[in-house]
């Protein structure tokens, strides 16, 4: 602030200058003209001739000034002097006489700046006229002018340093709370993301505190829901690895041959579920990544999509006797999609509704086109009892007393999918009351990520 006020300082001193002068003239040129109309009243003709008759009085009572010099002057339409002083210069550019008003103008005479109050004066109607000028040195209005400004300025010589240092109190002094907050929030430690205490910052900032502590509170359960996800992560890997470490250890001691290559079988199959484990995990990494810019958003044809992904499992539903359908329609199914992660998505329920599907059963998957694109993926094989539906989302979560390999991690792996996509995903019982129908609601291709 002290930039623009320092500024500003000049600039109030020159137009101070220009009022002040302003000021100081207006009553000197009325005086001025006052004395054109005197001289103006002792212009007269006599005998044919224009002649001024100035009594010696008034000639002595014109230059009885003790500041200011004063001339004045009278010239005939030829210019020939009639009174007064010669060396006042005749006003220039006006050509036409201009009657009976007084003008005003600044001149120089021998280095002298003068104020001068000139004036056509007629003397005869539409015959005669003189130039009547009077002219003064500039001394009182000089002085009038310097005192005007001092007095307008003086009192500025205090006030500017006072208001200097009162804004600048005011400011130290406002700005002390927010010094705090960042004093506070540098010596924080790089993990603390506990809340900044609203109460003590500052009313205007208390808005920003606000937003601040929920964006904090957002990270902490963020992080809270990773440092879990890593637990159960370890956990789980943990089992197949013992599982492996195990039967290694028993092939190792194994001397018949048969036994051996059923070992080495059983290692061969842990390694593939731990295998498993890990591509679901990344997969989950992956999707959760849900920065929106880290996926490449494209216009995806979802039926296209799926009939590829029900081909790809027709061999696995061949081998177990399972009648894989695939309902498509004719209209457009276009949505916001990432094919990558859609495919994961597919796969993750295909799979679950072959492997949750005696043999001999039905897997249906729909795509039905609409106000929203919904896909579908039904069977008829053994289902999951209503209290189970919500928590089979969660990650690791596996209901009990199913025998078939696997992560617990297909649904959560779906769920992140379809959220990312802002799909809703729900797990419902089969149509015919058996088996079971995940939807997964999409919005059309243009009403999202706009
Ligand atoms: P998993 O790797 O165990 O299949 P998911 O997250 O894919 O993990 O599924 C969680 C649980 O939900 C499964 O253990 C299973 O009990 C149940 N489930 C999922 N899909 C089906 C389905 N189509 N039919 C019956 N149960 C299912």
Redesign the pocket.
Same mark, same amino acid.
Do not use: E, H, M, P
């Given at each position: 602030m002290l930039a623009p006020l320092l500024l500003l300082w000049p600039i109030s001193i020159a137009a101070t200058h220009l009022v002040a002068n302003d000021i100081a003239n207006e009553p000197y040129d009325q005086a001025l003209a006052e004395s054109v109309g005197a001289i103006s009243r002792l212009v007269r003709v006599i005998d044919g001739k224009v002649t001024v008759t100035l009594p010696p009085s008034a000639r002595t009572i014109l230059h009885a000034d003790e500041q200011d010099e004063l001339y004045f002057q009278v010239r005939n339409s030829q210019g020939r002097l009639l009174a007064g002083d010669d060396q006042l210069p005749a006003p220039s550019g006006d050509n036409e006489p201009v009657i009976s008003e007084v003008r005003f103008r600044d001149e120089q005479l021998a280095g002298e700046p003068l104020r001068v109050a000139y004036k056509v004066h007629e003397v005869e109607a539409g015959q005669r006229w003189v130039v009547i000028q009077v002219a003064e040195t500039r001394h009182k209005r000089e002085a009038l002018t310097s005192r005007i400004i001092s007095g307008v300025l003086l009192p500025q010589f205090a006030i500017i340093p006072l208001a200097v240092v009162l804004v600048w109190f005011g400011l130290s002094r406002g700005l002390r709370p927010l010094s705090r907050l960042r004093e506070r929030m540098a010596t924080r430690r790089p993990g603390d993301l506990s809340p900044i205490e609203i109460r003590r910052a500052p009313e205007e900032l208390q808005p920003m505190v606000h937003s601040f502590n929920e964006v904090m509170a957002r990270l902490e359960e963020n992080l809270q829901a990773q440092q879990r996800f890593i637990a159960d992560a370890a956990h789980q890997m943990k089992t197949p690895v013992t599982g492996l470490r195990m039967q290694a250890e028993l092939a190792a001691r194994e001397t018949d041959p048969v036994q051996l290559r059923r070992s080495v079988e059983q290692i061969a199959q842990a390694a593939e579920r731990a295998g498993h484990l890990i591509t679901?995990l990344l997969t989950l990494a992956r999707a959760e990544s849900s920065h929106e810019k880290l996926h490449r958003f494209e216009s995806v044809d979802l039926e296209g999509l799926a009939r590829e992904a029900t081909l790809d499992w027709l061999p696995a539903a061949q081998a177990k006797r399972i009648d894989l359908g695939f309902e498509g329609s004719e209209w457009p199914s276009a949505i916001d999609g990432v094919p990558l992660l859609l495919g994961e998505l597919l796969k993750? =329920?295909l @799979?679950? #509704?072959i492997?949750? &599907?005696p043999a001999g059963g039905r897997v249906t998957v729909r795509v039905v086109p609409g106000e929203h694109i919904v896909l579908e !993926?039904e069977?008829d094989? !053994?289902?999951?009892a209503e209290d @189970?539906r919500d928590r089979? *989302?969660e990650r690791f979560?596996? !209901?009990l007393g &199913?025998d #078939?390999? $696997?992560? $617990? =991690? $297909? =649904? #959560?792996?779906?769920r992140e999918i379809a959220e990312l996509h802002r799909a809703a995903i729900s *797990?419902l019982g089969g149509s015919n009351g058996r088996?079971?129908r !995940?939807v997964v609601v999409f919005p059309r291709a243009g009403t999202t990520h706009s």
């Open positions: 679901q993750n =329920l @799979d679950n #509704a492997k949750y &599907t !993926v069977d094989g !053994v289902g999951v @189970d089979i *989302f979560y596996r !209901v &199913t #078939a390999d $696997g992560s $617990g =991690l $297909g =649904l #959560a792996i779906c *797990f088996g079971s !995940v």
